[in-house]
């Protein structure tokens, strides 16, 4: 990964410092002073409430004529306040950048009026205009300052501080648009928590309402809500959200299922790339990375989700007590080389289709049972494959104190769990088992590592999951049986278990229970110590019609092959096992 891919170098270039427009003649030098701002917007306040920069009843002169001149169109680039600029007859046309403290703000974070004037002088501004804010500026947002301009740029490092608990401190409501290097404060952890179950008021940093927003090098801190794309009632798709390089800190939280991000999209193709979350000790919020598809009537009742996701999340660090660190409840994402660690619940949730979740670091949960949530009790994971078909996990290194280091259940039919590698995590934790499967079946687990100690009981565990294949694995070191197969009576399970090495357990190598039609075969079941714990290769119980071949099975604590009540079990060219047909 040492190539940047092409999408952070277009940022790289979108995001470079702004620099003011060469041609500072054709821009009014004259003071604007917040009183002849003030006056004006008295003149034109009903039209401004009604939104834009409009001519006002008194006169036919507009907002922006009275603060900075009317142009003739003729000019000679010393305009003046009668106009004498130069450029096409209307300044508000040819603006192309707005410094925030020349309106007239008091910029302290205290002030509710600054906002207002910022509005005023975004609702008249034309398309593609620079909004900046510098560094020394701060701006106390009572009600959230309103983006509608179409490709508007809002840089600077100036600040925003949310100043009211049901609010954002920016919308962006116009397509297009771009916000870099701003600040968004909370200091007073304004936030409310009420309503029913996703229907409570939301406050915080950022909501966006349009297509192509990019929210690139800000910093967000102690928020409810980082930053939400909201498709709203009208279930409105928006496409091409940009989040790149933003610093979220101390996310709180609200103790519920429905609030608590720090990044939060609905419905959107999105790409969340290199942004560092983490939440404040104490506190109790929900995820770190949401993405979420639309519910369109007709795809089902209540999780119902429509092929819409088509994201990229690369690259994130998300620290901390979230329920979650990452969750994809949509179809179609990448999520790759991310780092995720101390969530309470699971690492990483998937609920669409077609994801891959790759070169992943997750410090899985350190818990059994969770610690938040009362009433939900969760199965604690480091990656939850929940549901959704045909679901990738590769190239994960994820390390251990959860229930389970990866899981898939049973709604997650075709699973690929391949090149993981599970451990210990540095405080010596291990999880109970590492990699578990729930009925998923027709899923692959291949080529993992599980290494010693990173496991008290199984390693693989698969709970009554049809055609499955086991491949190529390195398992060793846990507390119980490396791999175990547990089936049902009178099922045909027609499992696969292929060139695994298996050793030094506690237990047995391969244990298989209530699982027909088994194929063992090139498997390395055996204990290579002088002081061997795992007792046999292979133990089977009720498992019928298994074909036994190429194996070794010799170097255990007490017996290669245990197996009772097991009927047609043939068995040839395996090390430290004779050949022959076992009835009973």
């Known amino acids: 990964m040492g190539t940047k891919p092409n999408e952070l170098l277009e940022a790289d270039e979108r995001l470079k410092a702004p620099e003011k427009p060469a041609a500072t003649a054709n821009v009014p030098r004259m003071p604007i002073s917040r009183r002849n701002l003030l006056a004006a917007a008295g003149a034109a306040g009903a039209a401004l409430l009604s939104g834009g920069w409009v001519h006002a009843a008194s006169g036919g002169q507009s907002v922006i004529e009275a603060v900075y001149g009317k142009g003739n169109g003729n000019g000679n680039g010393n305009g003046n306040g009668n106009g004498h600029g130069h450029g096409n007859g209307n300044l508000a046309n040819s603006l192309s950048w707005i410094n925030v403290k020349s309106l007239g703000i008091v910029g302290d974070g205290n002030t509710p009026g600054d906002r207002d004037l910022i509005q005023a002088a975004v609702a008249g501004a034309p398309e ?3 909004l900046y ?11 959230a300052l309103d983006i509608t301009v179409t490709g508007m740029r809002i840089t600077g490092g100036g600040k925003l501080r949310l100043g009211a608990d049901n609010t954002y401190a920016m919308r962006i409501m116009a397509d297009d648009v771009t916000v870099d290097g701003l600040i968004f404060h909370n200091p007073n952890e ?17 909501e966006i309402r349009a297509h192509r927003a990019t929210i690139a090098q800000c910093r967000i801190d102690r928020m409810l809500i980082g930053i939400l794309v909201n498709s709203g009632t009208a279930a409105i798709e928006y496409r091409g959200t940009r989040i790149v390089n933003n610093q979220i800190t101390n996310q709180l939280g609200a103790g519920r299922e429905d609030l608590g991000d720090a990044i939060c999209i609905f419905g959107s193709d999105a790409t969340v790339v290199g942004n560092y979350i983490t939440c404040k000790p104490g506190e109790d919020p929900r995820i770190g990375i949401n993405f979420e598809s639309l519910i369109h009537e007709g795809w089902g009742s209540g999780h119902g989700h429509a092929d819409d996701g088509h994201g990229t999340i690369q690259g994130n660090v998300v620290v901390g007590p979230f329920r979650r660190g990452i969750h994809i409840e949509t179809s179609g994402v990448t999520a790759v080389g991310n780092t995720v660690k101390g969530q309470t619940w699971w690492g990483f949730m998937n609920y669409g289709d077609r994801n891959v979740i790759a ?5 899985s949960p350190p818990y059994k049972t969770s610690p938040t949530g009362p009433g939900w009790n969760p199965v604690i994971c480091g990656i939850n494959i929940h549901r959704g078909k045909a679901v990738i996990v590769e190239g994960n290194t994820v390390r251990g104190g959860s229930a389970q280091g990866i899981r898939i259940d049973k709604e997650a039919s075709g699973a690929i769990v391949k090149g993981n590698q599970l451990a210990q995590a540095e405080s010596g934790a291990s999880f109970t088992h590492g990699i578990y499967l729930v009925e998923a079946h027709g ?12 496991c008290s009981d199984r390693g693989i565990s698969i709970w009554k999951a ?17 791999i175990k197969l547990e089936g049902g009576l009178d099922i045909r399970f027609d499992s696969l278990i292929h060139g695994n090495i298996v050793k030094n357990n506690v237990g047995s190598g391969l244990y298989l229970v209530n699982n027909s039609f088994a194929t063992i075969s090139g498997n390395v079941l055996t204990d290579d110590r002088a002081n061997k714990t795992q007792t046999t290769g292979l133990l089977m119980h009720n498992s019928d019609d298994c074909l036994l071949y190429g194996n070794g099975l010799d170097g255990n604590a007490t017996a290669a092959v245990t197996q009772t009540a097991c009927e047609r079990l043939i068995a040839f060219g395996n090390r430290g096992y004779a050949d022959g047909i076992v009835v009973t």
């Open 443 to 454: 899923s692959i687990v291949e080529g993992n590592v599980i290494a010693p100690g990173a």
């Open 133 to 143: 804010f510098p560094p020394d500026v701060d701006v106390l947002c009572v009600q």
């Open 190 to 206: 304004l936030k409310r928590i009420d309503g029913d179950h996703g229907r409570g008021t939301r406050s915080g940093a950022i």
């Open 466 to 482: 049809k055609d499955i294949q086991i491949s190529g694995n390195y398992v060793a070191g846990c507390g119980s049986h490396g």
């Open 128 to 130: 593609g205009v620079t």
């Open 359 to 363: 070169d992943n670091i997750v410090e």
